[in-house]
């Protein structure tokens, strides 16, 4: 694996790699690399003759500094977590992703679907994650970009990038990785105190009560209900909610919809934590039926 932290440099090997005709699959992380990222680039492995891992806290979808300068930062150790598995790693400074005489701004409106969920909650963090996705895919032209279903609202918006840009690369969702106990796997679970750590199911078992009772109860009960289960000592839902996966707005009649997800957002102790679940329509997001969830 070589690891590159320049775009000229990066742009050079894959011009190389396109000519021999070779497809590239590209996962784009921000590091404090886990098994969940693993699995995305394992899929991207699988799918194209070679694989490009991005690594770069972006400023630009933080909305609290705090959060930025905490943010973990292990370059040397997840290159040798990765070493075996991806071919590149492309690590690039600030300055190269966003230099100053570069206009890296992106005119998609996508109001729509950040007014719910993590909008509100992370004023400006959407737009980040789209100017950022831009950047990289005009930087490596990849085939296919491979983006977990862990941050639900996330793919859903770079889908809609995707298509309303008409831009040439193809998106692969996959599924989430969870601990034994039900728990997404997050760089910010180290952050858990062993106490809270051991609790922390509660949020998986709250999504899987939506996935037994949808049909059964409103989801406005649905909802309420999950949310009273996450308030346990020291836990502090932020939002729980039955949404329709392409336009994130609120579901009440579940038979009007395709894709249907409950997302919730939870503080555990000083850790915020993210996680959703299908409620109906996963054949839409997974066509070859590879899922490995729920672990129960
Ligand atoms: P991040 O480094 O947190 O920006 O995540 C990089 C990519 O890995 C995103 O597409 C995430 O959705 C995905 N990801 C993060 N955690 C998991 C997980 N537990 N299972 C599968 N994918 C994940």
């Given at each position: 694996m070589k690891t590159i932290k320049r775009v000229s440099t990066i742009q050079k090997h894959l011009d190389a790699e396109r000519e021999k005709a070779h497809s590239i699959g590209f996962v784009p992380t921000m590091g404090a690399l886990h098994e969940g990222h693993l699995s995305l680039v394992s899929k991207a492995r699988e799918e194209n003759d070679r694989v490009v891992v991005s690594i770069f806290v972006n400023?630009?979808?933080?909305?609290q500094k705090e959060d930025l300068v905490k943010y973990p930062r292990q370059l040397e150790k997840d290159q040798d977590f990765i070493r075996k598995h991806s071919d590149y790693l492309f690590a690039p400074s600030v300055s190269q992703m966003y230099?100053?005489?570069?206009?890296?701004s992106v005119d998609l409106d996508i109001d729509h679907l950040t007014a719910s969920m993590e909008g509100p909650n992370r004023p400006g963090h959407f737009e980040g994650v789209v100017q950022v996705l831009y950047r990289f895919l005009d930087i490596l032209n990849p085939d296919t970009i491979y983006m977990g279903q862990k941050d639900f609202q996330q793919f859903s918006i770079v889908d809609y990038m995707l298509k309303t840009l008409n831009m040439d690369t193809a998106m692969r969702v996959c599924p989430t990785k969870r601990e034994k106990d039900g728990l997404a796997m997050s760089s910010?679970?180290?952050?858990?105190e062993p106490t809270i750590r051991a609790r922390a199911d509660i949020i998986y078992k709250a999504l899987v009560y939506a996935k037994e009772n949808l049909g059964n109860k409103s989801c406005r009960a649905i909802e309420k209900k999950a949310l009273d289960m996450m308030q346990i000592s020291d836990f502090r839902p932020e939002y729980f909610e039955i949404v329709?996966?392409?336009?994130?707005a609120r579901v009440?009649?579940?038979?009007?919809?395709?894709l249907i997800a409950a997302c919730t957002a939870c503080w555990a102790g000083e850790v915020r934590l993210i996680d959703n679940m299908v409620l109906k329509g996963e054949s839409r997001l997974y066509p070859d039926a590879d899922k490995e969830f729920p672990v129960k």
């Open positions: 400023p630009t979808q933080f909305n230099p100053k005489k570069l206009d890296t910010r679970n180290l952050r858990l329709d996966g392409y336009t994130m009440t009649n579940p038979q009007h919809h395709e």
